[in-house]
Structures are given as C-alpha cells and as structure tokens.
C-alpha cells in the first residue's frame, strides 16, 4: 500500500500518515517514505510511542549513525547516537549543557569533516505552547537568487566554526563552547553544494559561517548576512508547532533550521536527535 502524504506547508515538508516507524516496513515500504524524504525536505511522523533502540534502528535504515565524538558532552550516556536536546537540569542542579542547541541558523554537523546526510528528531516532552523549530528549504532559495549572484558565489567556501551565539548571562555553556571548539577545528564547506542524489543545487549557509575562505570576516560578513536573511525569507519556510511523540526527519543537504526558543523555559522540552 503506498504511503499516504500531507503536505506541511508551500515550501517543504510533508506527513507521513498511518504509518508506525517501529512497526514492520519492507524494503518497498522505506523506498516510498526515502523517496518522499528527498522530494520534501523533512517527514513528519505523529504518535511515535517508541523505545530509544526503535527510534535508532528506524534512523539506521537513512544512513550510517554518528556516534557524535564530535559532541560527547551532548550524547546519551548510554546511546551514543542518540544527542540530547533538553533543557532538563543535570542531576547536580546546574544548567544542561544542550539547552541552547540549535538556536541559530545551522545544518547539522556543518562543522566537522562529516555532516549530517539527516536528522531525526524525536518529542519526549513540549512545553504548553511555543518551542517550534524553524526550517528554511535551501534548493527554493538557491534557484530564487540571481544569475549574478549564482555566478559570484559558485567558487565560494564558508568557515564553519562550531559553538552557538551567547544565549545565557551566566557562564553556563563557556566550558562548552571551549571544549566544542579544541575537538573541532574550522571547516571549509562550499556556498553551493550539489545534492548527491537529487543532483539539486542548494544554499549552504547559516550563522555558523564566520567567513569565506580567502577573506577577512569583515569583508565576508554583508554576504553571509545577505544569504542567510535571502534563504529565510517566508516562502522558503515550515515553522514545527511539536507535540510529544512527534518524529522529525529532515535532509540537511537541502534544509536547514533554528530552534526558536519562544516558550516559557521553567517549562521542560526534551528532545533526542
Ligand atoms: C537539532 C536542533 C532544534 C530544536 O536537534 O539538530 O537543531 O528545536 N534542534 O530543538
Ligand atoms: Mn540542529
């Protein structure tokens, strides 16, 4: 039976309905969901009541896990492909070290050597309104950009420097960003990237580009502010209201997103990826 699609909203994204990704599904059956994975950008899949290893072995089926070296404060102590994403305290009261993940204009893993091909988010607790993630659907802002611009871009690399804008008044995260940034050095990633299986061009930009390669931060700050403010312009958006038990899929070679931030934060929001 083929897979019955809802479209999230003009840009990208799509429902995945009546399906349980911790139930049987055939080779046949994940081509249909992959297949809509690449045409939509992100698969939403509701009521997944499912363990940590049902959530992992559904993931497995995109790709080769990370088991995030690259982050080892931010994995599960137990499963080390699965990154925290949660504001819940540490056992010792003090902040968790992932309350601030995401909140700026990323795709996964843009700063290490091995990005991320997907993310699979998953919703164990949502506060009562507001922490919605934001993504931005980078072939539609590519294609949108003049000839011009495509042609002054095309041979461009960004810097991406791991660490997330200072969020807290406190010195929570410093040890963090410091550690973050000693495990992973600078990367060069082009402005253009091709996508290895749709053959599509896309943005590939964010707030974790400091600056081009061969370029002075100075000189490169107006066009990164420019490409990031071009790609985030409303018609290139899906903006996730979450529930619990929400799964997330979504392709970071053509998409990428921000966590929001906009709720109450004495309320929990715990989210494994
Ligand atoms: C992520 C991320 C956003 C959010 O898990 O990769 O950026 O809203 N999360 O939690
Ligand atoms: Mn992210």
């Not at 399906?19 to 969901?33: D, L, T």
């Not at 253009?192 to 600056?211: C, D, F, N, Q, S």
């Not at 209201?241 to 979504?250: E, F, G, P, V």
């Not at 934060?265 to 494994?272: A, D, F, G, I, V």
Request: glycine letters at 8%; one cysteine or more; a neutral charge.
């Amino acid at each position: 039976m083929a897979v019955r699609l809802r479209k999230l909203s003009y840009a990208l994204g799509a429902e995945v309905c009546d399906v349980n990704v911790a139930g049987p599904m055939g080779e046949r059956q994940f081509g249909e969901i992959y297949q809509a994975f690449l045409a939509h950008g992100i698969l939403l899949f509701r009521n997944q009541d499912v363990t940590r290893e049902q959530h992992i072995e559904f993931s497995r089926r995109f790709g080769e896990l990370d088991r995030h070296e690259a982050l080892p404060r931010d994995r599960h102590p137990d499963y080390p492909e699965l990154l925290m994403v949660t504001n819940d305290p540490k056992p010792d009261g003090s902040p968790s070290d992932t309350k601030y993940t995401g909140r700026q204009w990323h795709s996964d893993m843009s700063f290490t050597t091995a990005p991320s091909l997907g993310s699979l988010l998953k919703s164990y607790a949502v506060p009562e309104v507001g922490g919605d993630t934001l993504f931005a659907n980078m072939t539609l802002a590519y294609d949108a950009l003049s000839e011009g611009m495509k042609k002054l871009i095309a041979g461009l690399h960004g810097i991406h420097l791991s660490g997330t804008r200072k969020l807290a008044n406190d010195n929570s995260g410093v040890v963090r960003a410091e550690e973050q940034k000693r495990i992973n050095p600078p990367v060069a990633q082009p402005v253009v990237r091709v996508h290895p299986e749709t053959g599509r061009k896309a943005l590939y930009i964010g707030e974790k580009v400091k600056r081009f390669d061969g370029m002075t931060e100075e000189e490169s700050q107006p066009l990164i502010d420019y490409l990031v403010r071009h790609a985030t312009r409303p018609e290139f958006l899906y903006r996730h209201q979450w529930r619990k038990n929400d799964i997330l899929a979504w392709d970071n070679r053509c998409v990428m997103h921000q966590a929001l931030g906009d709720f109450d934060e004495t309320q929990l929001r715990h989210m494994e990826r």
